[in-house]
């Protein structure tokens, strides 16, 4: 749940809410009738474009089409871009350049501040300022992934913490007992324990039966205590704390060592198999809310835990979805109420429709979101690891320090440096890349 906010407050405004989507979808519709009525003025066809996969923008287009019938005399032309977030961001800084950018944009916030350094994005603040939309109805971190220099420059869509899912069935198939709120307080050697009483080779000595894949990249570093960025995000410190390298030891360790981990390539990775599709994977990696989308056909039912404690204290990842505005559109009012209420009472059809991650407006991710049963996930979990959320060290060139820390991270994986070495080239490239 949100940070400072009590199961006794989360209940209390259940209850307010009622037990029905629809009871709680016309109270929040109250407190959103300045966008509603706004959107009385002159017709305007705003042009609007996502980034996501087809199941994904199936949930998250609810909230346009919801828009549409309540206000016909508004077009919107929606696009979805079901390729690479790369070449979305690319595509759209050219439109940017071009002056043929959309209107409104469906975008991660890693792209925020590449989208702001080219003049592509309008300061949504003075909006914020003078509707009744206000930044304490949405989530802190999210409200300062949108912002740069002060200004801000998105409406949250949704917003997700990286915890893992486990395979219940396939550990008790392994004799694995797990006590209730086993993972609020399990450490690295619980985790590792559990990890290998699952996994199993075959007689090549292939991983058959997976543990893990460890996929997280930024919260393994805060595990052992690394920052990866100074405070100036001008240059990269993993290295100057003993926890960078221990960190990456720790994950090669996962594979080579603890043989629980699958190599890289060849025969731990037979080809075509979903391992965690297939139920021989114990732990998922990284299972942010993405996973109601996708997890519909599985023949077990996941759990969802938190992430194990390392030698410092416990990080989730944050990362937050929304709705941005070109710096040039010509239809800025129209805009700016079609995202005000896709961003609130446009929520509750995205979760009608399925839902896609966790509402950035409180109020319908504190009751609407939480009601909703899918799955049978405690999606309680998501609210809980929000409490120990971190954000991912963004900056403009996100593409090129991930590319970085990935090329070093697989040589480590292929046993071709050290992990020593890699955090010392991490921090090198990516300092120089900064300009530090």
């Given at each position: 749940?949100?940070?400072?906010?009590?199961?006794?407050?989360?209940?209390?405004?259940?209850?307010?809410?009622?037990?029905?989507?629809?009871?709680?979808?016309?109270?929040?519709?109250?407190?959103?009738?300045?966008?509603?009525?706004?959107?009385?003025?002159?017709?305007?066809?705003?042009?609007?474009?996502?980034?996501?996969?087809?199941?994904?923008?199936?949930?998250?287009?609810?909230?346009?089409?919801?828009?549409?019938?309540?206000?016909?005399?508004?077009?919107?032309?929606?696009?979805?871009?079901?390729?690479?977030?790369?070449?979305?961001?690319?595509?759209l800084i050219t439109a940017f350049a071009g002056g043929s950018a959309p209107d409104v944009i469906w975008t991660t916030t890693r792209r925020i501040i590449p989208f702001q350094s080219a003049g592509g994005l309008a300061d949504l603040t003075p909006l914020y300022t003078r509707s009744k939309l206000k930044t304490e109805q949405f989530y802190p971190l999210a409200i300062d992934e949108q912002s740069v220099g002060g200004r801000l420059y998105g409406v949250s869509q949704g917003w997700g913490a990286g915890v893992l899912a486990i395979n219940r069935a396939l550990l008790d198939k392994a004799g694995v007992t797990l006590r209730p709120d086993f993972d609020k307080t399990w450490t690295h050697q619980d985790f590792l324990d559990v990890l290998k009483r699952v996994a199993k080779q075959d007689a090549q000595g292939n991983l058959d039966t997976w543990g893990v894949d460890y996929t997280e990249t930024w919260p393994l570093w805060w595990d052992f205590g690394a920052e990866f960025l100074d405070k100036d995000k001008k240059k990269s410190v993993v290295n100057q704390t003993p926890g960078g390298s221990q960190a990456l030891q720790f994950w090669s360790d996962l594979t080579h060592t603890h043989r629980v981990q699958p190599r890289r390539t060849g025969g731990d990775r037979p080809q075509g198999v979903d391992m965690w599709r297939a139920g021989r994977q114990a732990v998922f990696g990284n299972a942010g809310p993405y996973i109601l989308a996708q997890w519909e056909n599985l023949d077990f039912q996941p759990e969802l835990v938190l992430r194990p404690i390392g030698p410092k204290p416990r990080f989730h990842r944050w990362y937050t979805d929304c709705y941005a505005m070109w710096s040039s559109s010509k239809v800025k009012d129209a805009a700016w109420e079609f995202m005000a209420f896709a961003g609130t009472e446009g929520a509750t059809y995205v979760e009608r429709a399925g839902g896609f991650d966790i509402p950035g407006y409180r109020p319908v991710a504190e009751t609407v979101f939480l009601q909703r049963n899918v799955l049978n996930l405690n999606k309680q979990r998501w609210l809980d690891a929000a409490k120990e959320a971190k954000q991912q060290p963004l900056v403009k060139p996100w593409d090129e320090m991930n590319a970085i820390v990935s090329r070093q991270r697989a040589d480590l994986l292929d046993q071709k440096i050290s992990a020593r070495d890699a955090a010392l080239n991490i921090e090198r490239e990516v300092t120089a890349l900064l300009g530090g």
């Open positions: 749940m949100a940070q400072g906010t009590t199961r006794r407050a989360v209940l209390a405004m259940l209850a307010v809410a009622g037990s029905s989507l629809a009871a709680a979808c016309a109270a929040d519709r109250t407190q959103q009738d300045e966008p509603a009525q706004g959107a009385g003025r002159g017709p305007a066809t705003i042009v609007y474009w996502c980034n996501l996969y087809q199941a994904g923008w199936e949930k998250v287009q609810a909230a346009a089409t919801e828009y549409g019938k309540r206000f016909p005399h508004h077009k919107i032309e929606a696009t979805n871009d079901s390729g690479s977030e790369t070449d979305y961001g690319a595509k």
